[in-house]
């Protein structure tokens, strides 16, 4: 059974703190692990898909990294509207479903 | 705009009641899901459809029912509400190109039932 688990639950950072969030993963057969950024009362919003170790994909302040157990989102001098929740799922076998693990809600201080 | 149209955005439901909820893309994208969204238990897959015509059970599918009958609908339906299927529910839809393989999710809908 594909896990994910996503630490820290929860992050808070002054604007411009540069950090990362995890995401590791035990999968069969990883085809595609994928960030998401989710506001309050908003549907998941793609970011990236990574497909291989050693992948690394970049959009404005987030840089997304992928190793075989684990991937990492980069923030890089965090502004408050980066603040959200940040979800992370992988996708293998088969049939395309994806699996979230359950998220960090990243809050950017002014 | 292309995407995903959910609807209703909310609802309360007496329990016992039966209720569907309509999800509907215009992207021509073949596969398409349910998921719910609980607090603490995170994202969790309820049906999904590979394409028209074709359905499946994700990883909570009790209670729950969904038709494909096209490429751009896809329903879900509750029998008969019951007090734990109070959620958020999303519907998303799958593209095939590599460079975006992400799902496309819908803005979903707050179901209350009491």
């Known amino acids: 059974e594909d896990q994910v688990t996503q630490s820290p639950e929860a992050l808070r950072l002054q604007e411009g703190e540069s950090s990362s969030l995890n995401c590791s993963y035990t999968v069969s057969g990883l085809r595609g692990l994928f960030w998401y950024r989710q506001d309050p009362g908003k549907g998941p919003e793609f970011l990236f898909t990574?497909?291989?170790a050693g992948e690394e994909k970049e959009k404005e302040r987030l840089k997304a990294t992928l190793t075989k157990k684990e991937s990492f989102l980069h923030i890089t001098a965090p502004k408050p509207e980066d603040s959200a929740t940040y979800l992370c799922a992988v996708h293998g076998g088969s049939n395309y479903k994806l699996t979230f693990g359950k998220g960090t809600l990243l809050t950017v201080n002014p | 705009i292309a995407g995903i149209t959910q609807a209703p955005t909310s609802q309360i439901l007496a329990a016992g009641r039966r209720m569907t909820l309509r999800c509907t893309q215009d992207m021509r994208h073949n596969a398409m899901y349910w998921y719910r969204q609980d607090l603490g238990l995170g994202l969790r897959l309820i049906h999904y459809?590979?394409?028209?015509?074709?359905?499946g059970k994700g990883e909570v599918p009790d209670g729950y029912s969904v038709s494909r009958a096209n490429t751009d609908d896809f329903p879900l339906t509750l029998a008969s509400a019951v007090p734990s299927q109070t959620s958020v529910y999303f519907c998303a839809s799958r593209g095939a190109d590599r460079n975006n393989y992400g799902y496309t999710f819908g803005s979903g809908t707050r179901l209350t039932v009491v």
């Open positions: 990574l497909y291989s």
């Open positions: 459809s590979n394409t028209a015509g074709t359905t």
